[in-house]
């Protein structure tokens, strides 16, 4: 937890540059509840079934998700990655083998890209090197295995990126803020918390 605490620290010194992005008010109020959505897509935690995960940087975090509606899950190297949601993989890496704070490591980071029904999709960010199972073109189901979790590009500690985006048409692409099944039910996450993947892969709403 010691990672933890030097991260906590570093949020206090930056923790005054804060995103003016108007979808950070809209998250806000859809942790809260003020904003009701009954509609949306429920995804699953991209871990497996029975863990929980700290999430260590949620939506538009100062660290380095100033303009991101990204979400950070603390995860030890080698740790197994699922889909969050069914796609078809559009887009991976796996070859990159630097990992570290400086952004010339950006450029390393494996990832995977999903892409949904709806035209949205998932990113998986930090997989380690050789660390993608899926190719491109997979279909993959919802809680399929798709990587292994590692520490390659930007970043100051194992864990998992995730971000999920989609196309407006006459715009550009828009994040997409997303709710997510845990054990205490749908739920907006938010940094600082922890949240458990139910026992069972079944996924309720409520
Ligand atoms: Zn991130």
């Given at each position: 937890m010691r990672v933890v605490s030097l991260i906590a620290f570093l949020f206090l010194i930056?923790?005054?540059?804060?995103?003016?992005?108007p979808l950070r008010e809209q998250i806000k109020a859809l942790q809260k509840g003020a904003i009701k959505d009954d509609t949306s897509f429920v995804y699953q935690?991209?871990?497996?079934?029975g863990k929980k995960r700290f999430v260590v940087q949620g939506y538009f975090g100062a660290f380095s998700h100033k303009e991101r509606a990204a979400l950070d899950f603390k995860m030890k190297k080698g740790t197994k990655v699922l889909a969050a949601r069914e796609g078809v993989v559009i887009r991976l890496r796996e070859d990159g083998d630097k990992g570290g704070l400086k952004k010339e490591y950006r450029q390393f980071g494996n990832f995977v890209i999903i892409q949904h029904a709806d035209s949205s999709r998932s990113g998986y960010w930090?997989?380690?090197?050789?660390?993608?199972?899926v190719n491109v073109g997979d279909t993959v189901k919802q809680g399929q295995w798709i990587g292994i979790s590692g520490n390659t590009g930007y970043t100051a500690f194992p864990h998992l990126h995730f971000i999920v985006w989609k196309s407006v048409p006459g715009s550009q692409w828009q994040q997409v803020p997303t709710r997510f099944q845990t054990q205490k039910g749908v739920r907006y996450l938010r940094a600082w918390k922890w949240y458990k993947r139910n026992n069972s892969t079944e996924t309720k709403t409520k």
């Open positions: 930056i923790s005054c540059s804060v995103s003016r992005n935690l991209p871990f497996e079934p930090h997989l380690q090197q050789n660390g993608v199972v």
